[in-house]
Each structure stands twice: as structure tokens, then as C-alpha cells.
């Protein structure tokens, strides 16, 4: 006399939890690939939520956080959503290398923009005192100059903090005009 249940039981049990296993495995797998991947122009990815693209910022959730957390898009590569797996082009890359390279440099009025960038040193650029430049003319120098500055420095991003420009008596005896422009450069 055969007596073989005690022996399939237990094939069926192992069999059972195998297939629980494999279940599991597969449910977790699922979750983690809806996480969202932001790739930072400076090689960091953060993982986590993307709430909202406004126009100059993300704002997101780190992973198992519910804090919304704000970057922007100046420093952001792009945006692979873990859901659909869809691509998301955000900003390029922008490349400072030297002086020469000033045009590059982009400024920014609102500290929001700055988010995710490193901060680097204060800059200043500023016509002369003696200048007989109509307005608009000495701003766009003043502005070339702290670009120049900036760019000396390899940072392509500037947070303006001070925009001033003298006219008449207010500015020098001869009645010229100047133009002051102060900020803080940025990198990736």
C-alpha cells in the first residue's frame, strides 16, 4: 500500500507560496516604476511625485514624503515618468566656459528660479561715471558687464539683486547717467 497525500500536500503549499512570492515581487515592482525620475542638469536624479510643472518650476514629493518640494527648471534635464515611461525634455543645458561665452548667461529676477542651482559669487556691472549713454544704452552695458563677470566665473546664471540707474544732477556733475547692476551668479 501507497500512500502519497502527505507528499503532494506539501508540494502544494510550497507551490502556494511560490506563486504568493512571485505576486509580491511583481506588486512592488509595479509600485516603484511609477516613481517619477528628475534628472538634474548636475548628474543628481531625484526620485519621487511630480505634482505640477508651473513655468519656472517643478514641484514635487520625494518618495514615502508628503512635503511638496519645489526646483527649477533651469536646473532640470528632463523628467521620465515612472506611470507611462514618457520622456520629458525640461531645459538645456547651458555651457560657460570663458568671458567670451557672456551671452550664454541668463538672469533671473525670481529666487524661485534659482532652485536646485549652487550659489557662487556676488558680481557688479556698472558703467562709468563720466558717460554721455542715454538710458537704455548704459543699462545694456551695465547688463553686458555683469554677464561678462559672471561668465569669467563659469556660472550661466545670474540672480539679479540690484538694478540702478542715475540720471541728470542725481548721477554726476555733468549731467550724464549710470547704471548699476549687482547679483549672484549660479552653476549647476
Known sequence: ???????????????????????????SSLIFAQTDKIFKHNGETVNGKVIRLDEYVIVFKYDGEDAENSIGKYAIEKIVYGKSGRVEEVSEK?????????????????????AGLKKGEEVRGKTGLINF??????????????????????????????DKTTVGASSNSLGGSQAIKKGVAYKY
Open 1 to 27: 500500500m501507497l500512500y502519497l497525500a502527505p507528499k503532494s500536500t506539501i508540494n502544494l503549499e510550497k507551490m502556494k507560496k511560490s506563486i504568493l512570492l512571485l505576486m509580491l515581487l511583481m506588486t
Open 94 to 114: 547651458i555651457i560657460v566656459n570663458s568671458e567670451k561665452d557672456w551671452e550664454k548667461v541668463v538672469i533671473l529676477e525670481e529666487k524661485s528660479y534659482i
Open 133 to 162: 549713454q542715454t538710458g537704455n544704452t548704459g543699462d545694456k552695458k551695465a547688463e553686458k558687464k555683469l554677464k561678462m563677470e559672471a561668465a569669467k566665473l563659469g556660472c550661466p546664471f545670474i540672480l539679479l539683486t540690484a
